[in-house]
């Protein structure tokens, strides 16, 4: 292996559009501590794949054997929202990641670069590296808070001083031996089991926590996935909670919230976005859009971006509960059309938001040709809930 002029590395990998490059040695058995206790807690929902590579998650070494070091990655999507966008509090929300090309294939096509790097500069093969875009079984959070790009917050997201809560993440195990960037300076903390040391720079701030609209944290730093927006919206792929659905708001992809809310966003400024490739057009989707969406204009406006992840059932799904959510009764005739969507899990939701809208007894002839017990459930559940009324609720007010 050649001798690694390492800043000389850190500056040529920024040059292909990284805008963060952080170096962390291993082993590190701190990296990971918590993992177990947050699984044992059942906090990742159903996400089991989780728990199956915890083992890796916990020891990068068993992802590749003889591995000395870490790169850690970051690019900056922070962006101003149009004046529009934030004038029409009532739009369907999306997190502001989605509103660019699938990150995971942008950055890749950085990795396949910096890979390239990797073998020209330090003479290496391409079995001496491995690289991910927050879907191997990495903990790049955990691993780039030790690498000094930030601290874990208290909404469990990584801080940066320099770009506030904007970062994407991607990482490298390699073979090839870096020197550790330093952690931003720890200190004790109590009663933070789980929290992975959550809210180092932080102070008496808990803006995060308390604006959580469906009180999500079981702790400072700890977010128990079933109580998320985010991961009811994006990973659940079945039902949402009843209890949950006025929490969701108008969100229809993601949340922000507990990110927005943070005071050290006031030092984020825009990124090059070299490996970025923006969607704004997302934001014009109006939510009568969203009801009226075919499998063919789904695949149209979606394509290429995150969205297309949850499928047209959950931006269905997604798009009656905030519509339930409006108290606007101009959506009715759409959601009447989608109580009898050909999935059992629009059908759901769409009885759901026609209750709260006070169009119930207009589902009736739906209702009797019904069988799909889950969306029985949902009749059943909004005749015991109004106690046979219909109950129109006050609009919701969009956070």
């Given at each position: 292996?050649?001798?690694?002029?390492?800043?000389?590395?850190?500056?040529?990998?920024?040059?292909?559009?990284?805008?963060?490059?952080?170096?962390?040695?291993?082993?590190?058995?701190?990296?990971?501590?918590?993992?177990?206790?947050?699984?044992?807690?059942?906090?990742?929902?159903?996400?089991?794949?989780?728990?199956?590579?915890?083992?890796?998650?916990?020891?990068?070494?068993?992802?590749?054997?003889?591995?000395?070091?870490?790169?850690?990655?970051?690019?900056?999507?922070?962006?101003?929202?149009?004046?529009?966008?934030?004038?029409?509090?009532?739009?369907?929300?999306?997190?502001?990641?989605?509103?660019?090309?699938?990150?995971?294939?942008?950055?890749?096509?950085?990795?396949?670069?910096?890979?390239?790097?990797?073998?020209?500069?330090?003479?290496?093969?391409?079995?001496?590296?491995?690289?991910?875009?927050?879907?191997?079984?990495?903990?790049?959070?955990?691993?780039?808070?030790?690498?000094?790009?930030?601290?874990?917050?208290?909404?469990?997201?990584?801080?940066?001083?320099?770009?506030?809560?904007?970062?994407?993440?991607?990482?490298?195990?390699?073979?090839?031996?870096?020197?550790?960037?330093?952690?931003?300076?720890?200190?004790?903390?109590?009663?933070?089991?789980?929290?992975?040391?959550?809210?180092?720079?932080c102070g008496r701030c808990t803006r995060?926590l308390d604006a959580c609209p469906t009180q999500?944290?079981?702790?400072?730093?700890?977010?128990?996935?079933?109580?998320?927006?985010?991961?009811?919206?994006?990973?659940?792929?079945?039902?949402?909670?009843?209890?949950?659905?006025?929490?969701?708001?108008?969100?229809?992809?993601?949340?922000?919230?507990?990110?927005?809310?943070?005071?050290?966003?006031?030092?984020?400024?825009?990124?090059?976005?070299?490996?970025?490739?923006?969607?704004?057009?997302?934001?014009?989707?109006?939510?009568?859009?969203?009801?009226?969406?075919?499998?063919?204009?789904?695949?149209?406006?979606?394509?290429?971006?995150?969205?297309?992840?949850?499928?047209?059932?959950?931006?269905?799904?997604?798009?009656?509960?905030?519509?339930?959510?409006?108290?606007?009764?101009?959506?009715?005739?759409?959601?009447?059309?989608?109580?009898?969507?050909?999935?059992?899990?629009?059908?759901?939701?769409?009885?759901?938001?026609?209750?709260?809208?006070?169009?119930?007894?207009?589902?009736?002839?739906?209702?009797?040709?019904?069988?799909?017990?889950?969306?029985?459930?949902?009749?059943?559940?909004?005749?015991?809930?109004?106690?046979?009324?219909?109950?129109?609720?006050?609009?919701?007010?969009?956070?």
């Amino acid at each position: 292996m050649t001798p690694i002029d390492h800043e000389g590395l850190r500056q040529r990998i920024r040059t292909i559009g990284f805008d963060e490059v952080r170096f962390a040695q291993l082993p590190d058995a701190s990296v990971g501590a918590g993992l177990g206790a947050w699984l044992k807690s059942g906090y990742h929902a159903d996400m089991a794949w989780l728990a199956r590579n915890q083992d890796k998650r916990e020891n990068p070494e068993l992802i590749l054997p003889g591995a000395r070091s870490l790169i850690l990655l970051g690019v900056n999507y922070w962006s101003e929202e149009r004046p529009a966008a934030v004038a029409n509090a009532g739009a369907p929300r999306w997190a502001r990641y989605s509103l660019y090309e699938d990150y995971h294939d942008t950055l890749r096509a950085g990795l396949v670069n910096v890979g390239r790097l990797l073998e020209e500069t330090c003479g290496v093969g391409a079995d001496d590296y491995r690289y991910y875009v927050d879907t191997g079984p990495v903990l790049e959070r955990g691993w780039a808070a030790r690498s000094g790009m930030g601290f874990t917050g208290k909404n469990a997201m990584l801080i940066s001083r320099r770009h506030g809560n904007w970062l994407f993440l991607a990482s490298i195990v390699t073979r090839i031996p870096l020197p550790a960037d330093p952690p931003i300076r720890l200190r004790p903390m109590e009663g933070d089991p789980l929290g992975a040391q959550a809210g180092l720079l932080c102070g008496r701030c808990t803006r995060c926590l308390d604006a959580c609209p469906t009180q999500a944290f079981a702790a400072p730093g700890v977010v128990d996935s079933r109580r998320c927006v985010s991961y009811q919206t994006i990973e659940n792929k079945g039902l949402i909670p009843r209890e949950l659905r006025a929490g969701i708001g108008n969100r229809i992809y993601g949340c922000d919230v507990c990110l927005e809310v943070c005071p050290w966003n006031r030092f984020a400024r825009e990124g090059r976005r070299q490996l970025l490739s923006a969607r704004e057009e997302l934001r014009d989707v109006s939510l009568a859009d969203l009801l009226a969406l075919t499998p063919e204009s789904f695949a149209r406006i979606f394509r290429r971006t995150p969205i297309k992840r949850v499928k047209l059932g959950g931006i269905l799904r997604n798009a009656c509960i905030v519509a339930g959510n409006t108290g606007d009764a101009s959506y009715l005739p759409a959601l009447i059309a989608l109580a009898r969507h050909a999935l059992p899990l629009v059908r759901a939701h769409a009885v759901w938001a026609v209750h709260r809208l006070g169009g119930g007894g207009q589902l009736d002839e739906a209702r009797s040709s019904e069988t799909a017990p889950e969306v029985c459930a949902e009749y059943a559940a909004e005749h015991a809930e109004a106690g046979g009324r219909e109950v129109r609720p006050a609009p919701f007010a969009p956070v």
